[in-house]
């Protein structure tokens, strides 16, 4: 049954012609363009109440059932991931990564840790061609500030997911896992993935501990070509 035969037209929103414009839904640029109450109508949901008879009486399919999606990147850039190609391996990866979240839409927090403190480069927001730019730029210097890149995620995503309930998270960290001692590490809240980098003849074999304590998947970079390119998989 369609809407002429019902004699119910659902009138254009105010403004639905005009040009888009900044907005500020969720720190983006735009915000949204359409509002999810636009929706297509459900029309067996809608009959199934009786025959409506304004249009507050039509019910709207929501837009998409697929949940809102966070990628949480953590990368280890300190002095030793020079080694043997294993920052140049990690930027492949990376740039896999955001041309998939560029066309998934997902949005991206990425935690660059080098030198003596970690710091955000991205937080929430959707790929964009500032991250390829970022990456062809990234090189490896200092310290290993990872562990206080960990905390920091942690902290950030509890916030993060108060804020949207209905989002789902997964964490990525690559690093060669070549730290000293560590304190005990609270388990991942998200299902995460840990990517070992460490290329070097003779592994210490640490990054594979390390996924354990944090109930992450562990990965060598080197195996992640079997999982027919998709980091979605693997996360």
């Known amino acids: 049954m369609g ?15 005009a ?17 999810g109450r636009l929706g297509v109508i ?3 949901a809608t009959l199934l ?4 008879r304004n249009r507050q009486d039509l019910l709207q399919r929501p837009r998409s059932s697929k949940p809102a999606e966070l990628w949480l ?3 280890d850039a300190s002095a030793s991931t020079r080694r043997h190609g294993a920052l140049s391996k990690a930027k492949g990866l990376l ?5 998939q979240a560029r066309r998934q839409r997902v949005r991206l927090a990425l935690l660059h840790a080098t030198g003596r403190q970690a ?6 927001q959707k790929a964009s061609q500032a991250l390829h730019q970022w990456l062809s730029e990234l090189g490896a210097s200092g310290g290993t500030p990872l562990l206080a890149a960990v905390q920091q995620a942690t902290a950030w995503q509890a916030r993060r997911q108060r804020l949207h309930p209905a989002e789902r998270q997964r964490l990525l960290i690559i690093t060669d896992g070549r730290l000293r001692d560590w304190p005990a590490l609270t388990p991942s809240t ?19 501990q390390l996924a354990a304590e944090l109930g992450a998947h562990y990965r060598h970079i080197d195996s992640l070509p079997l999982l027919a390119g998709s980091l979605e998989t693997a996360l």
């Open 49 to 52: 109440k009786g025959r409506p």
């Open 19 to 35: 040009r888009t414009a900044p907005g500020t839904l969720q720190g983006g640029r735009s915000g949204a363009s359409r509002s």
């Open 190 to 208: 998200c299902p995460a993935l840990l990517v070992d980098i460490e290329s070097a003849a003779i592994r210490l074999g640490r990054a594979r």
């Open 3 to 17: 809407k002429k035969a019902l004699g119910i037209r659902p009138r254009t929103a105010p403004g639905a012609d």
């Open 73 to 75: 990147v953590i990368v």
């Open 95 to 99: 740039g896999e990564l955001f041309e």
């Open 119 to 124: 710091q955000w480069l991205w937080q929430g």
């Open 42 to 44: 459900d029309w067996p």
